[in-house]
């Protein structure tokens, strides 16, 4: 479904377009917790992410990110992060990429892939740095990013439009957001979808929520509480 003139094509900017920023984007289920942030809160994250990869370990636009995170709301964040960067996300990329980030449990397979090592993104339900347990049990040239992400300014410093600019899968960021309008329509009248892990785990949690203006829920498994619990109305992998 191809956008309108008016239509947002780049990925912060459909970020900025959500009718209501208030309202809930991203909800995640699982072992550390519960936790919900609404389109505000992923703007304010995914600014600071964006502030980091460019203020603190200098990528430009068109460079990539290699991606080994975990099913948790961070996915989320750090992918429009990247994106709101001008980057290019690429899961389980290695040596060709400027920069490696990682889950905890996923660091020491990004570290084997990594020239340069890996950033350690943390998985507790308030982003706290990681802890000293967790810290000792990460590989050599691992660091937690948790800070150099928090200290950064709370709005995106360098703000460009990426809409031409690679994104994920060969997609650049117009056509991610063609990919969602076309899921949208082929899902209408829907505004909390709940998502296992699966095929689309790398693109439709970031992006159907900035073109349906609607709220994703994360979690390994759903079963009816938690559709009940959520609102979930509708179930996908």
């Known amino acids: 479904m191809p956008a ?10 459909a970020l900025f377009s ?8 991203v909800t995640y289920v699982g072992p550390e917790g519960r936790m919900e942030l609404s389109a505000a809160s992923v703007a304010n ?18 460079d990539s990110v290699g991606v080994y ?19 290019t996300a690429v899961p389980g990329g290695g040596k060709d ?3 490696i980030i990682a889950g905890p449990h996923e660091a020491a397979e990004a570290a084997s892939a990594s020239a340069t090592g890996v950033q350690v993104v943390s998985t507790h339900p308030f982003g706290m740095p990681l802890d000293a347990g967790v810290l000792a049990e990460l590989p ?5 990013v948790t800070l150099a992400v928090r200290n950064q300014p709370d709005q995106q410093v360098f703000v460009a439009d ?41 693109w439709l949690p970031a992006i159907w929520p900035l073109v349906g203006n609607g709220s994703v829920v994360l979690a390994h498994e759903i079963d009816s509480g938690l559709i009940d619990a959520e609102r979930i109305e509708f179930v996908t992998s």
């Open 18 to 25: 959500r009718r209501d920023p208030a309202q809930p984007f």
């Open 4 to 13: 309108s003139p008016n239509t947002p094509t780049d990925i912060r900017s």
């Open 45 to 62: 994250a995914a600014a600071k992410i964006a502030n980091a990869l460019v203020g603190e370990f200098d990528l430009e636009p068109g």
């Open 97 to 99: 990429c400027a920069l």
């Open 162 to 202: 990426h809409s031409t600019s690679t994104a994920l899968d060969g997609f650049n960021q117009a056509q991610l957001l063609d990919r969602g309008r076309t899921w949208a329509s082929e899902h209408p009248d829907i505004s909390c979808v709940g998502l296992t892990p699966g095929v689309d785990q790398w």
């Open 69 to 87: 995170l975990p099913w948790h709301w961070q996915r989320v964040t750090w992918l429009i992060g990247i994106w709101s960067a001008g980057l």
């Open 140 to 144: 050599p040239g691992a660091e937690d």
